[in-house]
């Protein structure tokens, strides 16, 4: 059975194609929020709050699926551009290793399938005066 996750794509990090033994892999790096940082805002934030994001490389095999991916980039980094918060992915895959490094945790994710993470309109409204 495949994972699902929805991540958030930066504009730090551009997509990058590496050449491996087994062929060519589109590389994407994201953030995801911790089952441990949403248990903690749920539960009130009582104590110390958890390591809030997990840097996830997604990894997308095959031409297909690879220009699939930058699509999505290019859009979610246009919506960024444009002030619209959502520059998001939903992706059907696997976990491949979970590690942590310097206090931070960072999961690689092998892409099934992707799609941009579409929800209602999020630009601000204006300042609530309007009626």
Not at 56 to 67: D, I, L, M, P
Not at 74 to 87: G, T
Not at 99 to 112: H, I, L, Q
């Amino acid at each position: 059975m495949a994972d699902r996750i929805d991540v958030w794509i930066g504009d730090k990090n551009k997509p990058v194609l590496k050449e491996t033994p087994k062929g060519q892999v589109l590389e994407i790096q994201c953030l995801q929020q911790t089952e441990a940082y949403d248990a903690w805002l749920s539960g009130g934030k009582v104590g110390t709050a958890p390591e809030r994001y997990l840097y996830v490389t997604v990894s997308f095999w095959g031409s297909e699926s690879q220009e699939h991916a930058n699509k999505i980039y290019d859009k979610s980094i246009a919506l960024r551009a444009a002030k619209d918060p959502r520059p998001h992915m939903h992706v059907i895959g696997k976990w491949g290793r979970i590690r942590e490094y310097n206090g931070k945790n960072y999961a690689d994710f092998r892409s099934y399938e992707a799609s941009p993470l579409i929800f209602g309109a999020l630009q601000q409204r204006g300042t609530g005066n309007e009626g």
